[in-house]
Nanobody, 117 residues
Framework: QVQLVESGGGLVQAGGSLRLSCAAS????????MGWYRQAPGNERELVAS???????NYVDSVKGRFTISRDNAKNTVYLQMNSLKPEDTAVYYC???????????WGKGTPVTVSS
C-alpha cells in the first residue's frame, strides 16, 4: 500500500509564492515518476509538472518559468515551488506517483491553492 500526503496549499495573492510538498510512504521499491496535477471546478485535471526517474522534468506551458518541481529521493518527497502565482492557478493540486513494477498509479487527496487578484 502506498500513501501520498500533500501539504503547502493555501491562499495567496497574485504574484505570491507557495511550495507544495508530497511525501510518499508505504510499499515503495522504485519510483519511476512523480508529479503534480491540478483541477479546478468545471475543468479537467491537467498535469502541471512531472519529474521522472532520471531527473528530467516537464511542465505544462502555462507554468513554465514560474513553477519548479524537485524531489528528495531519500525522503520520497516531491516538491512544487510555485512563484508568480496567478488567479488562473487556483485549483486543487494532486500529487501523483508511478512505481516501477506497478500497474496502477497513486494519488494524494489534494491540497487546495487559491490565488486572489
Amino acid at each position: 500500500q502506498v500513501q501520498l500526503v500533500e501539504s503547502g496549499g493555501g491562499l495567496v495573492q497574485a504574484g505570491g509564492s507557495l511550495r507544495l510538498s508530497c511525501a510518499a510512504s508505504g510499499s515503495i521499491f522504485s519510483i519511476s515518476a512523480m508529479g503534480w496535477y491540478r483541477q479546478a471546478p468545471g475543468n479537467e485535471r491537467e498535469l502541471v509538472a512531472s519529474i521522472i526517474r532520471g531527473g528530467s522534468t516537464n511542465y505544462v506551458d502555462s507554468v513554465k518559468g514560474r513553477f519548479t518541481i524537485s524531489r528528495d529521493n531519500a525522503k520520497n518527497t516531491v516538491y512544487l515551488q510555485m512563484n508568480s502565482l496567478k488567479p488562473e492557478d487556483t485549483a486543487v493540486y494532486y500529487c501523483w506517483v508511478a512505481l516501477l513494477g506497478r500497474v496502477r498509479d497513486y494519488w494524494g487527496k489534494g491540497t487546495p491553492v487559491t490565488v486572489s487578484s
